[in-house]
């Protein structure tokens, strides 16, 4: 129901809809803050430097994108959610 959402504006177009009386338990794609070390970011792009070209393309969504990765079960992603 619309009471239990609350809908809260980020920023450009972006916004994101919060459960009422939930904590904030996710990544906020707007938060400057990394939180993942630098090794992960070296597996990342060392990912990222060796893949074919064939398995580049990916969907345009952060969360389409996420689940596809997430698929491939790639280590530095491992113990993560989506």
Avoid: H, N
């Avoid at 980020?10 to 459960?19: D, R």
């Avoid at 707007?30 to 090794?39: A, K, L, V, W």
């Amino acid at each position: 129901t619309p009471q239990m959402l609350r809908v809260e504006p980020e920023e450009g177009k972006e916004y994101s809809v919060l459960l009422v009386g939930r904590q904030r338990d996710f990544v906020d794609v707007t938060d400057p803050t990394d939180s993942y070390g630098p090794e992960v970011w070296s597996a990342v792009a060392e990912y990222f430097e060796k893949l074919p070209d064939a398995e580049m393309v990916l969907p345009g969504g952060r969360y389409s994108c996420a689940q596809v990765l997430a698929a491939r079960g790639l280590p530095f992603l491992e113990g993560r959610s989506l």
